[in-house]
């Protein structure tokens, strides 16, 4: 079983930076992508970033775009938040899913992930 895990989160200040971390264990097949997303506790979970395990491909939702960046080291996955707002302060959860041809077009759909980890709190402070 594939296990993930987002320890850490925080309490930056607004414009501030934030780095977060997905630990990934257990059996890691090939193909695999492997997404952020975030959750307010009146919404629903919205996929944000995504990154292709064969090539290191990412995959951005517009509305973080040029602030967050998603990249891999080992079996950790990072979210680095830049220029971060108080509206960015939720619940962020890493997940994986399997894939043969990249992340997919339907790479933003929460439920396609198959493994997702306990998820950690972000608040910004104003």
């Known amino acids: 079983q594939v296990q993930l895990a987002e320890p850490g989160g925080g309490s930056p200040e607004t414009g501030g930076s934030l780095r977060l971390s997905c630990a990934v264990s257990g059996y890691i097949i090939r193909g695999a992508c492997i997404a952020w997303s975030h959750q307010a506790p009146v919404t629903e979970r919205e996929v944000l970033l995504g990154?292709?395990?064969?090539?290191?491909s990412t995959y951005h939702n517009p509305s973080v775009a040029g602030r967050f960046i998603i990249s891999e080291g080992g079996d950790i996955v990072y979210l680095q938040m830049n220029g971060l707002k108080p509206e960015d302060s939720e619940m962020y959860y890493c997940a994986r899913r399997w894939r043969w041809r990249g992340c997919g077009a339907d790479w933003q759909g929460p439920d396609g992930y198959e493994d997702w980890g306990q998820g950690t709190q972000v608040t910004v402070s104003s």
């Open positions: 990154i292709y395990t064969i090539d290191g």
